[in-house]
């Protein structure tokens, strides 16, 4: 019994294929969600410090700013499977998101709209700098 697939540039290991197949799924389900849930508190956790810096004071702390993002990203979730109603969803999130920032802490729009650019700005800037890191990677293991 033949243990490889003959392709047009050699051959491929099936046993090799089945172990990256198996670590994709093993990242996929394990890792994936667990670096979903850091990644989501550790984006509040700048937020509430953005806010802070912003607006100068603190008026809840930072479990209302927690509360806030998890019922303005847990609300639309349940409309987001209907076909165009998750680019909506999308919208009614950021609404959400600034009320509910606006009425727990007191402050302004126009303060809270800048720390919220200001994250947004870091974490595009740190996705750019994760997938320029990947390509090189990828382009280095390719060799």
């Known amino acids: ?3 490889g697939i003959s392709v047009a540039s ?25 670096l979903f ?15 802070r810096l912003i607006a100068g ?34 919208f009614y999130c950021f609404y959400l998101h600034t009320t509910g920032l606006k009425r727990v802490h007191r402050i302004s729009t126009s303060r809270l709209l800048g720390a919220t650019l200001i994250l947004t700005t870091l974490l595009l800037v740190l996705a750019a700098v994760v997938t320029v890191y990947d390509y090189a990677l ?3 293991v390719v060799k």
């Open 37 to 51: 849930v850091a990644g989501f508190f550790v984006s509040v956790l700048i937020l509430h410090a953005l806010i």
């Open 57 to 90: 004071q603190d008026q809840k702390g930072l479990p209302a700013t927690l509360r806030v993002s998890c019922y303005s990203v847990g609300a639309p979730v349940a409309v987001a499977w209907i076909p165009l109603a998750g680019i909506l969803a999308v």
């Open 138 to 140: 990828i382009r280095e």
């Open 1 to 3: 019994v033949p243990t």
């Open 10 to 34: 050699g051959s491929l290991d099936t046993g090799l294929l089945l172990r990256v197949l198996a670590i994709v799924l093993f990242a996929s389900l394990v890792v994936l969600p667990v």
